[in-house]
């Protein structure tokens, strides 16, 4: 009748899948690994970059203590009137 002429079909279906899970999971692993390194890369490049970029200044706050003193000071020597120290002062206040 059927002689056997080797391993059956089921068992090299059998070793074929365990080939091919063993190469899928042996590439998945490398796949997170290239990934994990890109990553890695990346990250170092956009530190460097935010490095060397300048940073943003804020503007300076004007100083209205200064400003005032000088006002007062201006007033004190007879430079400018009342009526002049208080427009002034409005105008540096924003009021």
Not at 15 to 29: L, P, W
Not at 36 to 63: C, K, L, N, R
């Amino acid at each position: 009748m059927f002689a056997r002429r080797g391993p059956g079909l089921v068992r090299a279906a059998a070793t074929t899948a365990v080939v091919a899970g063993t190469a899928g999971a042996v590439r998945h692993r490398q796949d997170q690994k290239y990934a994990a390194q890109d990553q890695a890369a990346y990250d170092q490049q956009m530190a460097a970059q935010q490095q060397m970029a300048p940073q943003p200044v804020a503007p300076a706050e004007p100083d209205y203590a200064a400003e005032l003193e000088k006002l007062a000071q201006l007033k004190n020597q007879g430079i400018i009137n009342d009526e002049e120290f208080e427009a002034k002062k409005k105008q540096i206040l924003g009021i």
